[in-house]
């Protein structure tokens, strides 16, 4: 617009708002009389223009006048030139007192429907001005305090603009970086949370939609295609952390932290819901893209059955959902799952969240069984109560009762799964206090019968609490043998004078081997679903006896068992001599005495089984027994109260037996994992005990002949097998699959257990970082670009895993991160960081976790003489972490010892209580900042400051 040279029309346009104010004229009338006056003003003259000001000044005292200026403004702007817009943004706001200033945009958002948006949001002149109004507006502002008011109004006109769906002018996102800046750097706190959600969602939007946008980031300014490869990352880990890791329940928690990952605001919008829907949803089909076999299913299960409640939580209504949905439907990772998709768009139906009519628009050829509505549960309840509660086991085989054909019917919907999960868990508890054996052990055959349902079950809330239960029951029945008390009954009859001598089975054959068909039944499913579930064991350290049957492969070498079981006089080897008769003995027709079988625990059986056939193959290879005599002794072991130890044999073979030489061992060795791999027929509780165990340990068994697969036998036994995924836990797969889509695995519970191998600390990821820095994706003549990008994505990767695995491991809430990396990262220069020389005998070593041992010896050494200073770690070694008067001033919290806290005076014979304090104190130690900090101190700076910059934006997106 060019410069006027002439002004005309203020005494006339004064006089006209004053006429009409007077004789409260319509706003149309108004308009017509402003349009005339125009006309007659203008015309005949070149480079002129009316000055409007008169039409805004004193207008917070007139609501009339308001509309007035609504009226020219807007109204009579029929060819959406927004000239005198553009004018009353550029030229005249800034004059107008601070309540006419106020007043004017207190009324347009009170009208902001009536507003063009979309015109708007695309007209450049139009948002030049009032971009260089938000630049401007800090210079001539008056009071912060009240200006409050009118900043909110302000920044309301900017989210309407930003809402309007247009492709927004670059250099106006540049001036709303810049105002968000202000308002954040002035108290404005709602209007930026506002602003910012707004914001935000339309990065979201421009970035699905390819437009050229920036974003606000903790990490700075970047690129759209940066930012939306950043955030994929983001996304991936952190539902990887909460859905496969943590087993997090769905809840308004996890949505909070989730819009936290997307940068949003905490302020909740319709926009912002449906955004937080289409990232939820498609970033976990992307996870579903990069799971495994074993994460599979687990990944189906929170898209069909864990999303739906985080749709239902976000309150979003059917019309606007099923638009999501038809969006995310046309996304390429959801296409590749397109039963997945349907299944989760089936739950939604039946709890009413989206309509079956929407259906179409969604989902081509949509199958009518999505439609399914008014499920009767009451059935459901009754029928279950029938099998599991009424129905005696001892006289209704489960295939009798109808148990496997009610879960698959169970699985047919949502809303049965939600009413059988809580009857489950229940009916477990009662069994369990109830000793109702085998009332237990048909609920878990059933329930592992039809995975979609076990999943369900035990993923609903938390793995961990479901097996835990089951845990310590076995505890209290593991070295306990048939006909005799438990540790539990013997605790009762000895401290209790009410307890009753219960029958706990009579000496018959029958009752002994349903005893452990029943423990061996709960084992099975605790190691299956620790193998299902990628559950961490240290989580079950209270357990520590039944923890040994889990990890087989390190208790069968027990010193303990080994020299009873080698001792020619001990009980255990006469067991075992017994054991080796009665089942390879061809001249034995009488099979397993019963008294045999009571000589031994669950424990027991466990450590001397996988001898007992270590011994069987001696023979065999010795030509003491034939090989029909070898193989009709593994038969037994299909029997149900045997089957249980079949894991620890399996883990046995592979791991102890390979050792011996020569093709014919290998080859017998081969006939017996395929005899037991492959049995014969089974009734319906053996075949899914025995494909429970077969489940288990497939990958151990292909992975330890898969070398020796030259020879034919192992070949073909091969086949039987299925062939592990390949390697889950290679980030630049990630990375790659991240910038290019290239396909890819990833299990994020796979890395960490290789950062526990090293000792659960952080150096494994910065080696990891290293090496994934040195081999990122160049890609021709777009190299730089691609280069830089993927060096982003890198550090963003490995600050996260550091983060996730550092919050699950440890028992503080990584509050100390903050201050001790954001004191880092504010000086930059390490010189200045370390103001402290270390010990004159400190060894710098390249290995942090070499560096922690050597302080975990120092730091019990100064605790026993007494020469503790009172810093949680040792001060020598952590240069830059000041004494507590230091770190004050500095803001950085430093723990004190503990053991100074203690008042003795006050609690002179008060050891427990001393000794809680102390192992308090010990767990409040967060090992894995002391770990960083010394990855800090003895590498790159350059490294590390990018990573530690990283880490702090990650730090608020734990759950």
Request: glycine share 4%; proline share 3%.
């Amino acid at each position: 617009m060019s410069e006027t040279t002439t002004t005309l029309g203020q005494p006339q346009l004064d006089r006209l708002v004053l006429i009409s104010l007077r004789k409260k004229f319509h706003p149309l009338t108004f308009g017509k009389l402003y349009r005339e006056y125009k006309f007659k003003t203008l015309s005949g003259t070149n480079d002129a223009k009316i000055d409007l000001l008169p039409l805004f000044q004193d207008c917070s005292s007139s609501a009339l006048q308001l509309k007035y200026i609504f009226e020219v403004l807007v109204t009579n702007d029929l060819d959406n030139t927004f000239e005198d817009l553009v004018n009353f943004f550029s030229t005249y706001l800034a004059k107008l007192k601070q309540e006419d200033q106020t007043a004017i945009l207190v009324y347009f958002n009170q009208i902001s429907d009536e507003f063009p948006w979309k015109s708007l949001g695309c007209h450049e002149e139009f948002l030049k001005a009032l971009g260089s109004f938000l630049e401007s507006f800090p210079k001539f502002q008056r009071s912060l305090d009240n200006d409050a008011k009118f900043i909110l109004m302000l920044t309301k006109f900017v989210a309407n603009i930003l809402s309007s769906g247009s492709k927004i002018f670059p250099q106006f996102t540049q001036d709303i970086l810049n105002y968000l800046e202000y308002l954040k750097k002035n108290g404005f706190d709602s209007s930026y949370e506002y602003l910012n959600a707004s914001f935000s969602d339309y990065n979201l939007s421009a970035v699905k939609k390819g437009y050229n946008t920036l974003t606000v980031s903790q990490n700075g300014r970047q690129g759209s295609l940066e930012s939306a490869k950043l955030l994929k990352i983001r996304k991936i880990l952190w539902l990887s952390q909460q859905f496969i890791v943590k087993y997090s329940p769905v809840n308004e928690k996890l949505i909070r932290v989730f819009k936290r990952v997307l940068n949003l605001s905490s302020v909740t919008t319709a926009a912002t819901n449906t955004s937080i829907a289409y990232e939820f949803t498609t970033s976990m089909f992307d996870c579903l893209l990069l799971s495994t076999k074993r994460t599979r299913d687990v990944w189906i299960n929170a898209i069909t059955n864990k999303l739906p409640l985080v749709m239902k939580l976000l309150k979003i209504s059917q019309a606007k959902l099923a638009t999501t949905l038809q969006n995310i439907s046309d996304a390429s990772n959801v296409d590749q799952n397109r039963q997945v998709f349907i299944k989760f768009l089936k739950n939604l139906i039946t709890l009413d969240l989206v309509k079956p009519e929407h259906l179409q628009r969604i989902v081509t050829n949509a199958p009518s069984t999505l439609a399914m509505k008014n499920i009767k549960t009451e059935e459901v309840v009754a029928t279950y109560n029938n099998i599991f509660h009424k129905s005696n086991p001892e006289f209704s085989s489960i295939e009798e009762s109808g148990a496997l054909n009610f879960m698959k019917t169970v699985s047919q919907s949502i809303l049965y799964m939600q009413t059988v999960s809580k009857l489950i868990l229940d009916s477990i508890r009662t069994f369990i206090t109830e000793k109702d054996n085998l009332r237990l052990r048909r609920i878990l055959i059933s329930l592992a019968s039809e995975k979609s349902v076990l999943d369900y079950v035990l993923l609903e809330r938390s793995p961990y609490d479901f097996i835990q239960k089951l845990l310590s029951y076995l505890d209290q029945l593991v070295d306990t043998r048939p006909g005799t008390e438990t540790k539990s009954d013997q605790f009762m009859r000895e401290n209790n004078e009410d307890f009753m001598d219960l029958d706990l089975g009579s000496d018959d054959a029958s009752n002994a081997q349903e005893f452990f068909t029943d423990l061996g039944t709960v084992l099975i499913f605790v190691q299956y679903a620790v193998y299902r579930y990628n559950m961490n064991l240290w989580k079950f350290e209270k357990n520590d006896i039944t923890l040994q049957l889990l990890n087989n492969a390190s208790t069968i070498n027990s010193n303990d068992y080994l020299e009873k079981l080698q001792d020619p006089s001990s009980e255990l080897n006469k067991i075992m001599n017994k054991w080796i008769s009665s089942l390879f003995n061809s001249d034995n027709t009488d099979g397993i005495s019963d008294d045999l079988i009571k000589m031994c625990s669950l424990r027991d059986y466990h450590f001397i089984m996988p001898r007992i056939l270590e011994e069987a193959i001696m023979a065999y290879s010795s030509c003491l027994i034939d090989e029909d005599s070898l193989i009709g002794g593994l038969e037994y072991f299909y029997q149900p109260f045997l089957i249980n130890n079949l894991t620890t044999i399996f883990r046995y073979l592979v791991n102890a037996s390979w050792e011996k030489e020569g093709q014919n061992s290998i080859i017998t060795l081969t006939k017996i994992l395929e005899k037991l791999s492959k049995p014969g027929e089974m009734n319906d509780e053996a075949r899914i005990l025995h494909s429970m165990v077969m489940e288990n340990v497939n990958d151990v068994v292909f992975t330890a002949l898969e070398n020796l697969s030259g020879l034919p036998q192992v070949e073909n036994y091969l086949k039987q097998l299925k062939k592990p995924d390949p390697d889950s836990t290679d980030l630049s797969g990630l990375i790659t699959y991240i910038l290019e889509g290239k396909p890819a695995k990833f299990e994020l519970p796979e890395v960490y257990m290789i950062a526990d191998s090293i000792g659960e600390r952080l150096d494994m990821f910065y080696d990891e970082l290293t090496f994934i820095l040195s081999t990122s994706t160049k890609d021709g003549g777009n190299s730089h670009v691609n280069n830089r990008l993927a060096e982003a994505l890198d550090y963003e990767l490995i600050a996260s895993l550091m983060v996730y695995y550092s919050s699950f491991k440890t028992c503080t809430p990584l509050k100390s991160w903050v201050n001790h990396l954001n004191y880092f990262n504010e000086k930059r220069n390490l010189d200045i960081a370390y103001d402290r020389v270390p010990s004159n005998n400190l060894t710098i070593t390249n290995s942090a976790s070499t560096k922690l041992e050597e302080e975990t010896a120092s730091d019990s050494k100064e605790n026993i003489t007494g020469t503790h200073t009172g810093s949680s770690f040792d001060e020598s070694l952590m240069g830059f972490v000041k004494d507590p008067e230091e770190a004050e001033q500095n803001n950085i919290t430093v723990k004190l010892d503990p053991d100074a806290m203690i008042d003795d005076s006050k609690e002179e014979n008060s050891l427990e209580k001393i000794e809680e304090k102390r192992d308090r104190g010990k767990n409040e130690c967060d090992l894995f900042i002391v770990n960083l900090l010394i990855l800090i101190r003895y590498n790159d700076p350059k490294v590390m400051n990018n990573l530690i910059t990283r880490i702090l934006s990650n730090l608020e997106c734990i759950h």
